[in-house]
């Protein structure tokens, strides 16, 4: 039959309606989608601390047929995984077989990074995408900063405006401004216990610096004091051994051989016992604080 009219009374059982035969009536003016008023119609809202989400009361159509829902309807989200995500989505299906709307969850695939699963459209069934639930590696708790409000994508729900004076988007609005200063909160928290722990890392850091440097400056003055006095002491040694054997001659060539030894910056002698190289070497005094010169012997 290509032409359809309609809806007439009856007269002897002549017109007979079907429920299919009011939808698609109402259909004609009313899209699909939620009811806009109040904004909170059919809201995804996280459970009580728990792996549940709540639908709050509102209305929808689906193709002529509608839902109406007058508290809370609360929905259990499955496990998490112990290693992967997942995206579950809320949606209002509506079942031809079952003649019924209703809504369910269904299930995403684990993934490291998971896509929701798609809406089933056909000549089984119909449905319209509330929100999105991510399910984190194991998560305990669902947050309202897990779900993500879907109603007012039109391509996955939308809004049924057309029997309305205007729609209310305030708690949608306030949904999203919710999630923005809980999400700035969460960055500016971030960036301060990275900041704090570089802080507390570079004071840390030159503390030890100074403590090996101070550590290395005191074991060199000791180690050149202990060297200073040897040499001095070796030095007095020999002079006193042949102290008693020089001639007037001889003193007078050693007084100034020890003259020599004051001006000159290196009067000593070493050799290196690996190689067998000469060193002269001698000692400086650079700001106050004293170094050691050496130059090989050619």
Same mark, same amino acid.
């Given at each position: 039959?290509?032409?359809?009219?309609?809806?007439?009374?009856?007269?002897?059982?002549?017109?007979?309606?079907?429920?299919?035969?009011?939808?698609?009536?109402?259909?004609?003016?009313?899209?699909?989608?939620?009811?806009?008023?109040?904004?909170?119609?059919?809201?995804?809202?996280?459970?009580?601390?728990?792996?549940?989400?709540?639908?709050?009361?509102?209305?929808?159509?689906?193709?002529?047929?509608?839902?109406?829902?007058?508290?809370?309807?609360?929905?259990?989200?499955?496990?998490?995984?112990?290693?992967?995500?997942?995206?579950?989505?809320?949606?209002?299906?509506?079942?031809?077989?079952?003649?019924?709307?209703?809504?369910?969850?269904?299930?995403?695939?684990?993934?490291?990074?998971?896509?929701?699963?798609?809406?089933?459209?056909?000549?089984?069934?119909?449905?319209?995408?509330?929100?999105?639930?991510?399910?984190?590696?194991?998560?305990?708790?669902?947050?309202?900063?897990?779900?993500?409000?879907?109603?007012?994508?039109?391509?996955?729900?939308?809004?049924?405006?057309?029997?309305?004076?205007?729609?209310?988007?305030?708690?949608?609005?306030?949904?999203?401004?919710?999630?923005?200063?809980?999400?700035?909160?969460?960055?500016?928290?971030?960036?301060?216990? #990275? /900041? &704090?722990?570089?802080? !507390? *890392?570079?004071?840390? $850091?030159?503390?030890? =610096?100074?403590?090996? %440097? @101070?550590? #290395? /400056? &005191?074991?060199?003055? !000791? *180690?050149?004091?202990? $060297?200073?006095?040897? =040499?001095?002491?070796? %030095? @007095?040694? #020999?002079?006193?051994?042949?102290?008693?054997?020089?001639?007037?001659?001889?003193?007078?060539?050693?007084?100034?051989?020890?003259?020599?030894?004051?001006?000159?910056?290196?009067?000593?002698?070493?050799?290196?016992?690996?190689?067998?190289?000469?060193?002269?070497?001698?000692?400086?005094?650079?700001?106050?604080?004293?170094?050691?010169?050496?130059?090989?012997?050619?």
């Amino acid at each position: 039959m290509a032409i359809k009219s309609g809806i007439f009374n009856s007269v002897n059982n002549d017109r007979r309606y079907k429920a299919e035969d009011f939808a698609a009536y109402f259909a004609t003016f009313i899209g699909n989608g939620i009811f806009p008023n109040p904004s909170t119609g059919f809201q995804v809202i996280a459970g009580n601390n728990s792996m549940t989400v709540a639908l709050r009361a509102g209305k929808a159509w689906i193709h002529g047929y509608y839902i109406v829902n007058d508290a809370d309807y609360n929905l259990t989200v499955d496990a998490a995984d112990s290693a992967l995500n997942r995206i579950d989505r809320v949606v209002l299906q509506l079942n031809y077989f079952n003649r019924s709307i209703m809504p369910i969850i269904k299930k995403g695939a684990y993934a490291t990074s998971p896509v929701a699963p798609a809406l089933k459209r056909d000549a089984d069934a119909y449905e319209l995408a509330l929100a999105d639930v991510h399910v984190g590696k194991g998560a305990l708790v669902i947050t309202q900063a897990n779900i993500t409000d879907l109603r007012l994508n039109t391509s996955l729900c939308g809004i049924a405006h057309g029997v309305v004076n205007q729609a209310d988007t305030t708690t949608i609005f306030n949904q999203y401004q919710s999630w923005f200063d809980q999400y700035s909160n969460l960055k500016a928290t971030e960036f301060n216990t #990275w /900041k &704090n722990n570089l802080q !507390t *890392d570079m004071i840390t $850091w030159i503390e030890e =610096q100074e403590a090996a %440097f @101070l550590s #290395w /400056k &005191n074991k060199e003055v !000791t *180690d050149f004091s202990a $060297w200073s006095t040897q =040499q001095k002491d070796e %030095f @007095l040694a #020999w002079f006193l051994t042949i102290r008693g054997i020089l001639n007037t001659d001889a003193a007078g060539n050693l007084q100034l051989q020890i003259d020599d030894h004051k001006v000159d910056p290196m009067p000593h002698q070493s050799v290196d016992s690996t190689t067998g190289k000469k060193y002269k070497c001698g000692l400086g005094v650079e700001n106050g604080m004293p170094y050691i010169l050496y130059e090989e012997v050619l």
